[in-house]
């Protein structure tokens, strides 16, 4: 059973470019989870998505990103416009469990990141 | 507010030397408390949990950590540290916001085990 799977490992974008992040959550899971960390800290939430939803964004810029999951396929974080202060650590995890249950949330499962440099 | 705090940016241990890393939390009701562990360039993986029952949680690696409510306090332990110990430890606990659980984390506390 593959864990969570995100690629590419590292992405170097130009300022103004494009990035797209993909994550692939583990298998049986339909919720996924996107954070970012930047250098020397501590992991920030960004965005909730289960399948085809967007549950909870409430961390996400308001301008420039935007997540999906598709009913096919993995989920999407995309930031449009990159800018140097972008540059960070992204994170996905996944979890079987919907987090509105009484044991739902409480073990994510995380992919090893995505590593954006903006230069 | 839900919170966890590590008041600690980074901790130094002699290998074999018994190690600790703090953890404090703030949540409202009884709480659901974590610990996960990342290595360099590899993502977050999860090493204990305190749900409820016995104070003194045991994990992988030979990882533990103690419970204790009065202090709000959920500290991470090991007996005897390794060099491949070293690495970025983040508490976290389960929070309820936006109509789910959420989990927080702290900002991450890095062990150094030197030989």
């Known amino acids: 059973n593959a864990g969570v799977m995100q690629n590419p490992r590292h992405l170097v974008r130009r300022r103004g470019q494009e990035a797209r992040l993909r994550c692939s959550p583990m298998?049986?899971?339909?919720?996924v989870y996107w954070y970012r960390q930047l250098p020397e800290e501590g992991l920030k939430f960004m965005v909730y998505?289960?399948?085809?939803?967007?549950?909870?964004e409430s961390g996400m810029p308001k301008e420039r990103f935007s997540a999906e999951f598709p009913k096919e396929g993995p989920s999407i974080l995309r930031i449009q416009q990159v800018v140097r202060g972008d540059s960070a650590a992204y994170f996905c995890?996944?979890?079987?469990?919907?987090?509105?249950?009484?044991?739902?949330?409480?073990?994510?499962?995380f992919g090893a990141g995505t590593r954006l440099s903006v230069l | 507010a839900q919170s966890v705090a590590q008041p600690e940016d980074q901790v130094n241990v002699a290998e074999g030397n018994p190690l600790t890393v703090k953890c404090t939390y703030s949540?409202?009701?009884?709480?659901?408390l974590f610990w996960y562990v990342q290595y360099p360039n590899r993502g977050l993986q999860f090493l204990l949990k305190?749900?409820?029952?016995?104070?003194l949680v045991k994990g992988s690696y030979g990882f533990e950590a103690e419970f204790n409510k009065s202090q709000t306090s959920f500290h991470l332990k090991k007996p005897s540290a390794l060099v491949s110990d070293s690495a970025l430890y983040f508490c976290?606990?389960?929070?309820?916001?936006?109509?789910?659980?959420?989990?927080?984390f702290g900002a991450g506390t890095r062990l150094a085990v030197h030989p």
């Open positions: 976290a606990v389960r929070g309820f916001s936006g109509g789910y659980n959420k989990l927080i």
């Open positions: 995890a996944s979890s079987p469990l919907a987090p509105i249950s009484p044991e739902g949330g409480n073990i994510q499962y």
């Open positions: 998505l289960q399948k085809e939803n967007i549950i909870d």
């Open positions: 298998k049986g899971h339909s919720h």
């Open positions: 305190y749900i409820t029952g016995d104070n």
């Open positions: 949540v409202s009701g009884n709480p659901y």
